[in-house]
């Protein structure tokens, strides 16, 4: 009785462990997830960043 019950977890083990349906949809969301948390540490950065880019780009078209 013991040995089916086990066999028979051991047997849903495997099936879970072999089956990589979802893997392509967890990989995207780890992904997005370190994306979301570097743009949340590097914030004050990146606005900074932005702002002188766009400022470069008003200066140069105003020049034109």
Do not use: P, Y
């Given at each position: 009785?013991?040995?089916?019950?086990?066999?028979?977890?051991?047997?849903?083990?495997a099936d879970v462990s072999c089956d990589d349906r979802g893997i392509g949809v967890v990989e995207v969301?780890?992904?997005?997830?370190?994306?979301?948390?570097?743009?949340?540490?590097?914030?004050?950065?990146?606005?900074?960043?932005?702002?002188?880019?766009?400022?470069?780009?008003?200066?140069?078209?105003?020049?034109?």
């Amino acid at each position: 009785m013991v040995k089916s019950v086990l066999g028979r977890i051991r047997d849903c083990f495997a099936d879970v462990s072999c089956d990589d349906r979802g893997i392509g949809v967890v990989e995207v969301i780890l992904i997005l997830v370190v994306l979301i948390g570097l743009v949340v540490i590097f914030r004050d950065n990146l606005n900074s960043l932005v702002s002188t880019i766009f400022g470069n780009i008003t200066e140069e078209v105003q020049g034109i």
